[in-house]
């Protein structure tokens, strides 16, 4: 196992087009997280999954945003009608538990 | 609301030490991490501290937590350039298990 895994690094899409990033976790580890990164900033939660189910969501985490982790494994997060301001790497992290996250190296989106 | 904070930059010459500085506002948490983000990459885990213990070391990396005046502290010995990067200390704050993350210290590590 080689760590988390996000897809892809860089998305440049059109305002108004819908982007999906996926994540591939640590094999082992129950619990999945989103957060956001702007420039400057810390990363900011989005959601987490502790196997399929999606426990806790932010305010951040609009409706044209929803993410998914089908049978408990990979994870997507799909933005619709993406907007500028939704610009920012977005970070998958997992964890066994609430323990040491591990984070990938990030999708940096880019709305044009 | 829960909050983390961190001044922005440190600079600091190589080989001397550096201490990174993090105050929290949530007592409650059971423990606190310290992650280092280098120039477009992920975080990377450093080290982490429960709540029930003042000091952790290991290696070059020193972590003081006190609990009374909710501040936590990251002393890098013998700093090299290497170490240059963005430090972010971070916590379960206000009993949720999501970890809050604060704005991060810019460590510029001079040769």
């Known amino acids: 196992d080689t760590g988390v895994s996000q897809n892809p690094r860089h998305k440049i899409t059109k305002r108004g087009q819908n982007v999906t990033f996926r994540c591939d976790p640590i094999s082992e580890h129950n619990r999945l997280y989103w957060y956001r990164q702007t420039l400057g900033q810390g990363p900011e939660f989005l959601t987490y999954?502790?196997?399929?189910?999606?426990?806790?969501k932010s305010r951040l985490l609009s409706d044209r945003f929803s993410a998914e982790r089908p049978k408990g494994s990979f994870s997507t997060l799909e933005i619709q009608r993406t907007e500028q301001g939704d610009s920012a790497m977005y970070l998958c992290?997992?964890?066994?538990?609430?323990?040491?996250?591990?984070f990938g190296s990030g999708t940096r989106l880019t709305v044009v | 609301g829960e909050d983390v904070e961190q001044s922005l930059f440190l600079s600091v010459r190589e080989g001397d030490s550096s201490v990174i500085n993090c105050t929290y506002t949530d007592s409650s948490s059971t423990y606190l991490y310290w992650y280092k983000q280098e120039p477009g990459a992920g975080l990377q885990l450093l080290t982490y501290?429960?709540?029930?213990?003042d000091m952790k070391q290991d290696q070059r990396l020193t972590v003081l937590l006190n609990k009374k005046d909710k501040h936590l502290s990251l002393r890098i010995a013998d700093t090299q350039t290497g170490d240059s990067a963005i430090y972010f200390c971070?916590?379960?704050?206000?009993?949720?298990?999501?970890?809050?993350f604060g704005t991060g210290t810019k460590l510029q590590v001079i040769p």
């Open positions: 999954f502790q196997n399929e189910a999606q426990l806790e």
């Open positions: 501290i429960f709540s029930n213990m």
């Open positions: 971070a916590g379960p704050l206000g009993g949720y298990q999501k970890v809050t």
């Open positions: 992290a997992s964890s066994l538990e609430q323990y040491g996250y591990t």
